[in-house]
């Protein structure tokens, strides 16, 4: 049996009230895609992503404009909302101020030592953790040259940079991401600077794609890293769609046993003997349990060749067969099924993480 490595020991910061770094379970995060000026739609898309089992959540902050929206906003949101700030650092110390439960910036982007200096005090005097991106794509300027050359030893020397100066200042609640559209950079990057430090980690591929290959990218360097024991909290970023983010992020931890209060998904790919649509079946089944937090497994097979036997563990289960359906329990067979086969299906489902949600 493949065994992970056990997690690096980080130290614990606080998204009001939500844990990263300690011990605590990796959490998942997203950002939105609305202009956060506008609060309506903002909501909504937080909202959306609460639903879908995104604990954190990132918003844009880009003018003043999005600034005076970030106390309804984070007044109303279900979630921590975290204002993302590039190149004004006094966005930043206004966001501090406007109720932000933590603040991102860029050490490349964000104006030198003495403008992170004014985004660390205002943080202090918020009470709110600030997460350091480093992106192999805006580095300071004399590290550009090294970049070319070694990208992942020049996005950990960023780090270390601004770890040295935060640290000095005395400010410890600090979370770091070092990201590159290149997965393996990504994951060398974390693997050199992860031996610096007890800071929390937040780890993922910057600007990875669009859904199917963002997707596969990503799962490649959170594998590779998450099996290392390195990474506190996750993003998977993808172009569309940031419900799509959760809902892959959800499957990795589940997948690699990190997040065993996830359910977990069985399906079968379908093939000639399919004698229900197993696909559709099961991208709705993910849209509407992947939010849960609730440790189950749950199949959809196709046939009766896959499931149950195939699917034995699974802790409830639908095959498909001439007549209609069966539903299954541990390789059981508990209920056949004809007529409303889906309703009956998702009702038992929903009725099972209720049950173990008490």
């Known amino acids: 049996m493949i065994k992970r490595a056990k997690r690096r020991k980080t130290r614990a910061v606080f998204y009001r009230g939500v844990p990263v770094g300690g011990g605590a379970p990796i959490t998942i995060q997203s950002m939105t895609t ?24 990132r918003v844009a902050v880009k003018d003043r404009a999005d600034v ?8 109303k949101s279900p979630i921590p909302v975290i204002a993302d700030v590039h190149f004004d650092f006094r966005l930043a110390v206004a966001a501090a101020k406007a109720g932000a439960a933590g603040l991102r910036i860029n050490p490349g982007n964000i104006g030198g030592a003495e403008k992170v200096r004014r985004v660390i005090d205002a943080a202090a005097g918020a009470g709110i953790p600030v997460r350091v991106g ?25 780090a270390r940079r601004s770890l040295r100066l935060i640290d000095g200042l005395g ?11 290149d997965a393996l950079v990504t994951v060398e990057a974390n693997r050199l600077f ?48 940031p419900v799509r983010e959760v809902t892959v992020a959800a499957a990795v931890l589940s997948s ?71 539903l ?21 489902v929903r009725e099972l993480l209720r049950n173990r949600g008490d």
């Open 171 to 181: 400010f410890r609640d600090l979370v770091f991401s070092l990201k590159s559209p």
């Open 68 to 75: 005076e929206a970030l106390p309804a906003i984070c007044g």
């Open 134 to 158: 480093v992106n192999s794509g805006s580095l300071e300027r004399d590290l550009r040259a090294l970049a070319r050359t070694d990208p992942a030893r020049a996005m950990r020397e960023s």
């Open 256 to 326: 690699l046993g990190l997040r065993e209060d996830i359910p977990r998904i069985v399906s079968c790919p379908t093939c000639g003997r399919s004698w229900i649509d197993v696909s559709r079946i099961a991208e709705r089944l993910e849209r509407e349990i992947l939010g849960w937090r609730v440790g189950a497994t749950i199949a959809v097979m196709g046939c009766e060749v896959n499931g149950p036997g195939e699917a034995k563990d699974a802790d409830i289960g639908l095959a498909g067969t001439r007549r209609g359906a069966v």
């Open 328 to 348: 299954f329990r541990k390789g059981k067979v508990v209920k056949r099924l004809a007529g409303n086969i889906e309703g009956e299906f998702f009702a038992a």
């Open 194 to 241: 992860a031996g610096d430090t007890d800071c929390p980690l937040h780890i993922g591929v910057t600007e990875a794609g669009p859904p199917l290959s963002g997707a596969a990218k990503s799962a490649v360097a959170l594998t590779l890293l998450l099996s290392a024991g390195i990474g506190d909290t996750v993003r998977v970023s993808l172009s569309g769609d």
């Open 34 to 57: 609305t202009p956060t000026a506008d609060t309506r739609r903002v909501m909504r898309e937080i909202r959306a992503l609460a639903r879908a089992g995104c604990e954190l959540v």
